[in-house]
């Protein structure tokens, strides 16, 4: 299994930005035990609606805050005060802060040192997300999210669980740069194809005939950072939105979920236009998941063997860069890979690239 240090690509083990965590729905019933990141932590929602994510392990004797279904306080829907949470062990409570507040049997003030890390949470999209910062820094760019969500004619997808993957992100990221695949592994390949780079957006635009469903697809798909991309389709007549985000677990190890947006024909979708956007779902999952076989089977790419046609390989890793490193020096690799890079033999815009430009 490869890691961060193997692709060299900078001084910390896990990227700076917005990642997902959990699907909303996963906290109805009660607190969940995550781990990303190389960090076990614990979250919930508070009684004001309020999602808190805090460092697991108690201080008093190291209880996972959010494993416990059986202690007598969780059973009893006495474990969320508030905005607060009581570990299930001996009930020590902390707050929205991860400040220990209150010993049930001590009439003292808590230890003042007594506290846990608190990370900054977003709900959106049927999802929520952390902002992940090895500097421990407040957000510096905003969380993508698509007002086509909030739309009655979009056509919602539930979330598909792609689970674990033993494979480093910065291979998921060199799909963006990889038109040669489109061919051979997804039966689509490009007449056009493009990146471009700008700031934490790194984007591709790309066109082409898709054998299997006999239509013109055209796609621009964008990452908002390290982890989350969206993709608009273009498919004959149909318009969608596919989202594939993933989160690092352990250095290494990714977490990957995806997730569709359809248009229907009319502003109150019909029981056959959701119909329809399940199937448009279930269609550009088995294309993602002609990626998937192959990275759950492939040995690390540490270096690639690129041809000439290939050069976009190498932005990306720069790109990707930015992430790992102190965000004093993100402008440097911004400014290394910035602009638009076609690929040769694929740089013949004509109508195509006009409509994608519209995007
Ligand atoms: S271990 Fe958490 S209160 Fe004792
Ligand atoms: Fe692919």
């Known amino acids: 299994m490869a890691k961060a240090a193997d692709f060299k690509l900078g001084e910390f083990v896990f990227p700076r930005g917005w990642f997902m965590i959990t699907e909303a729905n996963e906290l109805e019933n009660g607190p969940v035990g995550v781990r990303f990141f190389g960090k076990d932590m614990a979250l919930y929602r508070g009684s004001s609606g309020r999602v808190i994510l805090l460092d697991a392990y108690c201080v008093h004797m190291g209880t996972h805050l959010a494993k416990s279904t059986s202690a007598s ?42 506290r846990l890390n608190s990370y900054t949470v977003k709900e959106a999209m049927g999802a929520i997300f952390m902002w992940h910062d090895p500097e421990g820094g407040e957000p510096d760019y905003d969380l993508p999210t698509l007002a086509e ?31 040669h695949h489109l061919g051979p592994t997804h039966g689509a390949p490009c007449e056009y194809f493009e990146n471009e780079f700008l700031g934490v957006k790194y984007y591709q635009r790309q066109g082409g005939f898709h054998r299997m469903y006999d239509a013109y697809l055209v796609t621009s798909t964008w990452y908002t950072g390290p982890g989350l991309l969206i993709s608009k389709q273009r498919f004959g007549e149909m318009n969608g939105y596919e989202f594939i985000f993933h989160t690092p677990v352990d250095d290494g190890v990714i977490k990957i979920w995806h997730n569709n947006l359809s248009m229907a024909p009319n502003a109150e979708p019909s029981a056959e236009d959701v119909a329809n956007g399940k199937m448009a779902q279930e269609g550009a999952l088995a294309a993602f998941a002609q990626d998937f076989q192959i990275w759950r089977n492939k040995r690390p790419a540490i270096r690639i063997m690129a041809m000439p046609g290939e050069r976009n390989f190498r932005r990306g890793r720069n790109w990707y860069k930015q992430f790992y490193n102190p965000r004093a020096m993100a402008q440097e690799f911004q400014e290394m890979v910035k602009g638009k890079h076609h690929l040769k033999g694929l740089d013949k815009p004509g109508e195509l690239a006009r409509t994608l430009e519209a995007d």
Not at 79 to 102: F, M, S, T, V
Not at 162 to 170: A, C, I, K, R, T
């Open 73 to 114: 306080i969780v059973a009893n829907n006495e474990q969320i005060e508030g905005d607060a949470i009581r570990c299930p062990y001996h009930g020590w409570r902390y707050n929205a802060d991860g400040k220990l507040d209150d010993i049930p049997y001590h009439d003292g003030p808590c230890p003042k040192s007594a």
């Open 149 to 179: 969500w909030k739309d009655s004619q979009w056509v919602n997808g539930s979330y598909d669980h792609l689970g674990e993957l033993e494979m480093h992100p910065q291979e998921v990221i060199d799909n963006m740069a990889d038109a």
